[in-house]
């Protein structure tokens, strides 16, 4: 079905492609079993000390306001993150703003956090209980002052409505966010976050989201931190607003995130050496140019307990989520392992 509308979905803007994606989701017709893959039990995993039905997830930035997500459970995915979710609503950079590489299997976003803001979103999903492993990702506002009280806003009010929430310090388009990856910046919006879930008794998991543009030697002291302040989870990786030098697509300097495809490799490296550096006992959540079965092993055997994708069901469609589901099954059997759960970070 996706291939025969391919041509015409990429005929149109990527955004408009978008849109028309979220209101097809809202009519939510397809049944559930279109998705269902026969002895899906081998990819059963825990995360957060909970079970989820499989280890593929949706990534942010494709449900920025919460619109969807119980019809996005229904493709099949083991678990979703809407968001980024800042205090107020915001509207984003000026379009364009979403570009194809198609060359290159990538795609390039500036979006700019375009989304409702957290009061109407939190009545969205207040009034729509998530059916399944829903993840909330945070951020502040373009214009604020204090970007900490942003994080501490949205953590507030959304934390009762989210399996787990993301901090998320890496996204190259809202300027001075990534500065959170120094020490000391990050130190005090953790110790402020931990500071809110021990006042509020708050027990919803937090999760960090990082960049990959960053260098290897702040992984160990952010992996301090991250030990140190009892961070329950790491996103990696973020969109790259480097790495453009072997892309062959005309659009390849477009300023923004750069997704899919040439993020597959940078980020397996971040999985691999945060892996090492806390030795597992941090789940990571990986993402970064997923679109088989293949491409989700090779993030679990390097450290990841789930992964999540968002530009490979851009190129291949809903059915990707199917796809991987039945490749990973049978990688499990030729590999003889009985559980994926049995597989994370056996490669590193
Ligand atoms: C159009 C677009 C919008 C995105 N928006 C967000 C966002 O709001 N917040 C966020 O944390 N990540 C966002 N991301 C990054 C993805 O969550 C993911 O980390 C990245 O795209 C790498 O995964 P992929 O190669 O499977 O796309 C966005 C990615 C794309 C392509």
New binding site residues.
């Given amino acids: 079905m996706f291939s025969l509308l391919r041509p015409y979905i990429f005929g149109l803007d990527p955004e408009a492609a978008h849109d028309l994606a979220i209101k097809s989701l809202k009519i939510n017709f397809v049944p559930k079993s279109f998705f269902r893959v026969e002895g899906e039990e081998i990819l059963n995993i825990e995360l957060f000390k909970k079970k989820l039905k499989n280890p593929i997830g949706l990534?942010?930035?494709f449900d920025?306001s919460a619109e969807v997500y119980n019809s996005l459970f229904k493709l099949g995915f083991g678990f979703v993150e809407v968001?980024?979710i800042t205090p107020k609503r915001q509207l984003g950079n000026p379009k364009p703003r979403?570009f194809r590489l198609e060359k290159d299997k990538a795609?390039i976003?500036r979006?700019g956090?375009n989304n409702d803001g957290v009061e109407i979103v939190s009545d969205r999903l207040a009034k729509n209980t998530p059916e399944d492993f829903l993840g909330i990702?945070i951020g502040p506002n373009k214009d604020t002052k204090d970007k900490t009280l942003d994080f501490l806003e949205c953590f507030d009010k959304l934390n009762k409505l989210a399996s787990y929430i993301t901090i998320?310090i890496s996204?190259p388009n809202t300027e001075g966010l990534r500065n959170f990856h120094e020490e000391k910046l990050l130190s005090n919006l953790l110790s402020k976050l931990n500071e809110l879930k021990k006042n509020k008794k708050i027990k919803c998991p937090l999760v960090i989201?990082l960049s990959p543009d960053i260098m290897k030697e702040e992984i160990s002291n952010i992996n301090e931190l991250i030990l140190k302040f009892k961070i329950d989870g790491i996103v990696l990786?973020?969109?790259s607003n480097q790495n453009r030098e072997n892309l062959s697509d005309i659009k390849k300097n477009e300023t923004g995130?750069l997704?899919?495809l040439p993020?597959q490799k940078l980020s397996l490296k971040f999985i691999k050496n945060f892996y090492k550096s806390n030795k597992g006992r941090v789940p990571i959540i990986g993402?970064?140019?997923?679109d088989s079965g293949q491409s989700a092993f090779e993030k679990i055997v390097a450290g990841a307990t789930v992964i999540?994708?968002?530009?490979?069901m851009v190129y291949k469609g809903p059915g990707v989520v199917k796809n991987i589901k039945k490749e990973l099954i049978e990688i499990l059997k030729k590999e003889k392992i009985n559980n994926i759960q049995e597989a994370i970070g056996i490669n590193s």
């Avoid at 993402?287 to 997923?290: L, S």
């Fill in positions: 990534a942010a930035g920025k968001g980024t979403v795609m976003n979006l956090f990702n998320n996204s989201k990786t973020n969109t995130g997704s899919g993020l993402v970064g140019g997923i999540q994708l968002y530009t490979g």
